[in-house]
Nanobody
Framework: QVQLVESGGGLVQAGGSLRLSCAAS????????MGWFRQAPGKEREFVAA????????DYADSVKGRFTISRDNAKNTVYLQMNSLKPEDTAVYYC????????????????WGQGTQVTVSS
């Protein structure tokens, strides 16, 4: 069992930065791949980034490549999403999710989800 709590969302101007954090509880965090997804109003949840259990493998949506960086600290049971050069189209509720071992872009491959944190980018 893994419980996830996101933080770090907020309101930022276009071009600005935010760092999201996802704190995990449970003994299996170090064996879990972690993903970030987002959902804008009226849209489906979409993949943003993922990182393998070891941190050696990452994957990003094309829309965020070069702007967002996912990382993890297994000693702190925390995964991060550094978001730079934010755009209004990045506005969404951001969710972290956990699954066993390896990265995956599909939301239905993840077993555990946080409650989400709102990110709003103003133009």
């Amino acid at each position: 069992q893994v419980q996830l709590v996101e933080s770090g969302g907020g309101l930022v101007q276009a071009g600005g930065s935010l760092r999201l954090s996802c704190a995990a509880s449970g003994r299996t965090f170090s064996k879990s791949a972690m993903g970030w997804f987002r959902q804008a109003p009226g849209k489906e949840r979409e993949f943003v980034a993922a990182i393998s259990w070891s941190g050696d493998s990452t994957d990003y949506a094309d829309s965020v490549k070069g702007r967002f960086t996912i990382s993890r600290d297994n000693a702190k049971n925390t995964v991060y999403l550094q978001m730079n050069s934010l755009k209004p189209e990045d506005t969404a509720v951001y969710y972290c999710a956990a699954r066993s071992w390896f990265v995956n872009k599909h939301a239905n491959a993840y077993d555990y989800w946080g409650q989400g944190t709102q990110v709003t980018v103003s133009s």
